[in-house]
């Protein structure tokens, strides 16, 4: 049996997904931007995907623009803070995808903005009060944290970081790529001025995503070229993608209670079975609480001589799940998520579970059963 535990890193695409994208690869063809009836044909159906999107949010459609995905969107929202909005500091998490470590790092080495990272409870959530502390200043700052941490599944308490930053003159981006389709977010209640999503965490296609802009906030290109997406994103549209992207955050909200009831059923089976299996393990930044993003577990695993190798037996077991972040795998060095929190310990390995809709019970305890198997293989260090 093979079961993928992985969701994190992306999700399968929905069969109905595919159903939807399939006239668009055959028969609809045009490009949104011709002006004959091939091409209304196309452009409708963006604008049609667009206005779905954001009755889910509860925005205008005007505030979405379609990317690539997740880390599009995150390197956008950054240079446009920095290069059109005037901001001159940017302040994120040690703890931030790497879509936003890097971009801040590159805009200060290249636009001489300062570059900070914000202090964090030993929870490892923003602590507010600093950052207000900090925003005092007066500086024009973007302030950049996910909400929902793709490794340890760490749950930011967006609303208040939004307002401590919008009391402040601050700008406020917030990738959402692990919780958009997981969560309801009505975008126009929250202090929120750019937010990331990306259609393959919802069981949508990989190559779209989105940009949410707050009404009102005016940003140029980010590509040059045409005039698409209202002059914010040149080139032809994704037109495959943002179709079967559309259909897949229905698909996520239609059912959201049933799905995240599910999720969470799935992944305390899983907190279980760990806990009798292997003594002394421990879950990362209270992956195995209730206010923990439901869709992660990451495990932090006792010292065992198989441990440098658990990944890859779990994977020969049939098992796919992760040591972290799909963008950081192949790297000998410990997860700089982890590493920040304190939870790297030499000796100790930590593995990262991740679910979805389609996670079963069977998927799990073939899991567990391929976690004993492992550890009752070898002696114990």
């Given amino acids: 049996m093979n079961v993928y535990l992985d969701n994190a890193a992306t999700t399968p695409m929905l069969p109905e997904v595919v159903d939807v994208m399939v006239p668009y690869m055959r028969d609809h063809f045009g490009n949104p931007s011709s002006t004959h009836q091939f091409g209304r044909k196309t452009k409708t159906a963006i604008e049609q995907a667009r206005r779905r999107i954001a009755q889910h949010l509860n925005v205008q459609p005007r505030t979405i623009c379609f990317t690539s995905g997740g880390t599009e969107a995150d390197n956008m929202a950054l240079h446009s803070a920095v290069e059109q909005l005037g901001c001159r500091r940017i302040l994120t998490c040690a703890t931030e995808h790497s879509a936003v470590l890097k971009t801040a790092e590159h805009l200060g080495r290249r636009e001489g903005v300062t570059f900070g990272l914000l202090k964090l409870d030993e929870f490892g959530k923003v602590d507010v009060s600093e950052l207000a502390s900090v925003l005092s200043d007066g500086v024009p700052t973007m302030v950049s944290v996910m909400h929902g941490n793709n490794e340890v599944g760490i749950l930011q308490d967006i609303a208040s970081i939004g307002a401590c930053c919008r009391q402040n003159g601050a700008l406020f981006h917030t990738d959402t790529v692990q919780t958009m389709g997981h969560y309801r977010m009505d975008l126009s209640q929250l202090p929120i001025d750019f937010a990331a999503c990306s259609a393959h965490k919802l069981h949508g296609p990989k190559g779209a995503g989105f940009l949410y802009v707050r009404d009102g906030l005016r940003i140029g290109a980010h590509i040059i070229g045409g005039s698409q997406e209202r002059a ?150």
């Fill in 232 to 381: 914010m994103r040149g080139g032809t549209e994704n037109l495959l993608g943002i179709i079967g992207f559309a259909e897949a955050f229905d698909l996520a909200m239609a059912d959201l209670d049933a799905h995240a009831s599910h999720i969470r059923g799935i992944k305390a089976e899983m907190v279980e079975g760990l806990r009798d299996a292997v003594p002394g393990v421990r879950f990362n930044g209270g992956s195995d609480g209730e206010d923990s993003l439901y869709t992660v577990l990451s495990v932090n695993f006792p010292k065992h001589e198989k441990n440098g190798m658990m990944l890859f037996l779990l994977d020969l077991d049939g098992v796919a799940c992760s040591g972290g972040s799909a963008c950081s795998s192949g790297s000998t060095q410990p997860s700089h998520v982890l590493s920040a929190l304190g939870f790297h310990e030499e000796g100790r390995t930590s593995i990262r579970f991740s679910f979805s809709r389609l996670t079963t019970s069977a998927c799990i305890q073939h899991a567990l059963k391929a976690v004993a198997r492992i550890r009752a293989a070898a002696v114990l260090v």
